[in-house]
């Protein structure tokens, strides 16, 4: 189960309330690994019952539950980041839609390309703030920084295309 997972990696870097993880999975992985606030809450109390976190009450100007991961959660998660095993689930709405689309329907796509180039130059951006961020800190970690290379990559041929795509289908209109 990929969210228990992802879910014990982030508990992993801090203690965390479920809103907290929430807003931190959304921050940090939400530009390829969403996950619904439900869900989260849903899967923590899995995790909870397997004894792979545990929670406990914090007081102060609201009073909130934390989870924390275990000795156990930890090895859970050890044994999920050796197992050699992944999947590439890739789902695009935007490019199920041009793929079924005919010409008359190329007004409609040329707004939703634009709309996605606006939200993706925003996520490059934010990228790029926190590439800044993590030159700040005296504590490198790799991994954050070999995916946020991935996501900048990524992004650059994304919006590559969508200025191609654009121009192309507004020269077709």
């Known amino acids: 189960m990929p969210t228990k997972h992802a879910l014990l990696g982030l508990l992993n870097i ?8 929430a807003k931190f999975a959304r921050e940090s992985i ?4 969403n996950e619904s606030y439900s869900n989260v809450h849903r ?7 397997e004894n792979l976190v545990t929670k406990s ?6 009073n909130k ?7 156990e ?28 689309s005919q010409k008359d329907n190329y007004p409609s796509i040329l707004i939703d ?10 996520q490059q951006r934010n990228y790029h703030q926190i590439r800044e961020f993590l030159k700040t ?6 991994s954050h920084s070999l995916v946020l290379d991935y996501g900048i990559i990524q992004n650059d041929a994304t919006i590559k295309w969508l200025k191609k795509a654009i121009k192309q289908i507004g020269e077709e209109v």
């Open 137 to 142: 800190k005296p504590a490198k970690n790799l």
């Open 113 to 122: 390309f634009k709309k996605v180039l606006e939200e993706i130059s925003g």
């Open 30 to 33: 939400g530009y390829f690994w």
């Open 43 to 49: 899967t923590l109390d899995v995790l909870t019952s």
């Open 14 to 21: 801090k203690e965390m309330s479920a809103y907290d993880l």
């Open 57 to 62: 009450k914090k007081t102060g100007g609201r």
């Open 73 to 100: 959660g930890q090895q859970t998660l050890k044994n999920w980041l050796s197992n050699h095993e992944h999947s590439m689930i890739y789902r695009d709405e935007l490019l199920l839609k041009l793929f079924v």
């Open 65 to 71: 539950t934390v989870y924390r991961i275990t000795a």
